[in-house]
């Protein structure tokens, strides 16, 4: 059985940082594309960042370039979000996803992995 898994979301003031973490299990995925999204409370899932099969590139949404880092370590299959300067409109569900490809998409239908989820709150 594939599992994602995330952790390390939790309660920040702005201003802070969260570093996210996805382990994956089942399957390996050293040859696809990882990324995150997140879900914000009456919005569509958002294209956050993701990471191509080998790590040398790296896309963002605009909101968080300069502030996040996606980052991956293939031998432990496992791939993190290192969040900076955090605001209240980070606030969301964070989504950790593999693509089917090896390459960069922000389109979240290239994904057919997806973890559970783990919740990042801002506060003000």
């Known amino acids: 059985q594939v599992q994602l898994v995330e952790s390390g979301g939790g309660l920040v003031q702005a201003g802070g940082s969260l570093r996210l973490s996805c382990a994956a299990s089942?399957?390996?995925?050293?040859?696809?594309?990882m990324g995150w999204f997140r879900q914000a409370p009456g919005k569509e899932r958002e294209f956050v960042a993701v990471i191509n099969w080998w790590g040398g590139a790296t896309y963002y949404v605009d909101s968080v370039k300069g502030r996040f880092t996606i980052s991956r370590e293939k031998a432990k299959n496992t791939v993190a979000l290192q969040m900076n300067s955090l605001k209240p409109e980070d606030t969301a569900v964070y989504y950790c996803?593999?693509?089917?490809?090896?390459?960069?998409?922000?389109?979240?239908?290239?994904?057919?992995?997806w973890g559970q989820g783990t919740q990042v709150t801002v506060s003000s």
């Open positions: 089942g399957r390996t995925f050293s040859s696809n594309a």
């Open positions: 996803a593999a693509a089917r490809y090896s390459g960069s998409t922000t389109d979240a239908n290239d994904f057919n992995y």
